[in-house]
């Protein structure tokens, strides 16, 4: 069982920055593929960005590429979303998810194994 906890949300002004933290228990956090959605009022939850367990490649979705960076520590067992230049409609519930034994870049819901249980992030105009 791998236990994800996200941390680091809060109320931010239009074109400010936040950073995400999702802290995951277990001995083999380097062999997890990691991955952040968000989930809006009313809309589906949605892929934002992932980072794979080998090589630490990285993939975002087209909203966020250029304001937002995925990262990893091993040591920590820590996966971090760096948020700037953060707009209204970025405004959402953030889920980190894990892939274990993941040694790719994943985007889908469905691929994903464990999830946290969500941080909000507002962002007012």
């Known amino acids: 069982q791998v236990q994800l906890v996200e941390s680091g949300g809060g109320l931010v002004q239009a074109g400010g920055s936040l950073r995400l933290s999702c802290a995951a228990s277990?001995?083999?956090?380097?062999?997890?593929?990691m991955g952040w959605f968000r989930q809006a009022p009313g809309k589906e939850r949605e892929f934002v960005a992932a980072?794979?367990?080998?090589?630490?490649?990285?993939y975002y979705t087209d909203s966020v590429k250029g304001r937002f960076t995925i990262s990893r520590d091993n040591a920590k067992n820590t996966v971090y979303l760096q948020m700037n230049s953060l707009k209204p409609e970025d405004t959402a519930v953030y889920y980190c998810a894990a892939v274990v034994r993941g040694y790719y870049i994943y985007t889908r819901r469905s691929d994903y194994d464990y999830w946290g249980q969500g941080t909000q992030v507002t962002v007012s105009s």
């Open positions: 277990g001995r083999t956090f380097s062999s997890y593929a």
């Open positions: 980072v794979s367990s080998t090589t630490g490649s990285t």
